[in-house]
């Protein structure tokens, strides 16, 4: 609610509470129907005047307030979403996850918490008035009808806890099928070349329907419990009734059928109100395990200062476990800046995970990694993967990510890397759509390693960057980031020996844990 702006919070209350006047009214005006028997005409114009204001009257509050709800959710809207994609993103979940939370929980969020607070600011301004209205008429029975009405709330008391159980089980089915539908779609090419698309859809229908039986079985909870109310609602009419009836025929307190009619046409009201709140109520509980975020949202990361113009990098001692998977024995090593240095080894055998130690990305189970004095950090070093992150929009936009650099900065990125030539007339004009595959793997590659050459990170760590290219592109992608001055750490099944001699590569290969030096091959 902080994130409403204060002005609005107090208009949308206000303009709540001045159109909840419906119950009162009906009571007033249908309530005075037996004292219009045989009134002057003056009195019955006066009386048809009086009610067509009040209506007019509370309906255009009730108006406002809707169209103020609309505007107040807008900017809840914004803000969910945008808290949603944070801790998402900070908190490095799959990008399946991630959209399920922006599109489904954000939508059931949107009509059975936000909608439904607005509903329930309503139902209880409307119960509030109608109660004080019932009790000023006749506190006796109007205190009847309001004890009645109270039952109503017992089902939901009991109930709520299971809804939101519920409500979690659908958002985790629902987490599976975007997954599993992301998988059917961005597998097309490999279900189409087996001839498995109708068994492999079976799988994604089976986590569909697994989401929609547990958004069903949510939903037939939450109107069980609301119809245990609606009956409880039976009693809250005829109870009152009955002492009201045996009240009047012993002539006490002052009740007559007028009265009891004023009461009833208000105290639906009142029990409408209270029914309508634990209506909100089990909405408000469907979306209480989706409204747990994880964590919460951190600020995000400012840019960081190298630590020195030419830092080494430091492990002390540093080693990693997954588990009782031991990666990386303890390991003690000083890669002076400049350093060009290979890491071989077999496929599995931890040459990813030494980098992601070496970037920050990963904690050491042991030990430290430095970068001059102090522990390395994601953004003082450049990494760049196997498979390149690009997105649609044009090349400026892929190298700069928003940032400002001008555009002969941006071009000699390009030429370095041999794209300036390669992208059209306006290279970085150009439109890139990489779902579609319009830049060859070479190309993305290479427009990565620009992005990186930008930056001019002290350390440069490269995974596998050349496993998708041909040899001549490895080649001069290699010799580019070769020659370099700074620090490049680059893991790789298959190196260029020729190149590692003349760029004097200190090779190490992961053997049993341990960092061995091998031969330059
Ligand atoms: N986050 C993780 N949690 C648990 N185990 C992991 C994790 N990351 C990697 N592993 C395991 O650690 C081992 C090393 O994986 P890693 O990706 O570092 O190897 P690699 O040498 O880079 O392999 P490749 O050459 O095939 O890319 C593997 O057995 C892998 O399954």
Redesign the pocket.
Known sequence: MHHLPRWLLLAVVVTAVLGSFEGIINGLVLGQFPTLVGATSTRLFRYLGAAVLLYVGTYTFLYLSQVLIVVATKHLNVALKQTLLTVSFQQGEKPSSGLNHLTNDAAKIEQNYFSALASLLTAIASTVLSTVFVLAVNPVMGLVFIAFSALTMVPMIFGQKGIGRLGALWSQANDRTVQSASDWLTGRRELRQYAVEQPFFRRVTAALTRSENALQKQNIRQWTVQYSSWLLVVLTLVGPWTVGFYLMSHGGFGITISVLLTLTLTADHVVGGVRQVMDVWGQLASTAALRRLPAAPQPFIAPTSTPAATPALHLDSVALN??D?A?LAPTTLTVPYGTKMLLT????????????LLAGW?KPTQGTVALADAPVAPTQVTYIP?DPWLFTGTVRDNLTLTAAYPDQTLRAALTAVGLNAELGPDPLAREIHPDADDLSGGQKQRLVIARALLRQRPVILL??ITAGLDDRNAHAIRTLIYQLPQTVIE?A?HTDPALAQEFHFQTYA?QNQQLVPAPNF
């Not at 080894?345 to 992601?356: A, D, F, Q, R, V």
């Open positions: 997954y588990g998977h990666v080894g077999p496929s599995g055998i931890g040459k990813t995970s030494c980098l992601n990963q196997q995974d596998e893991s099944h992961l």
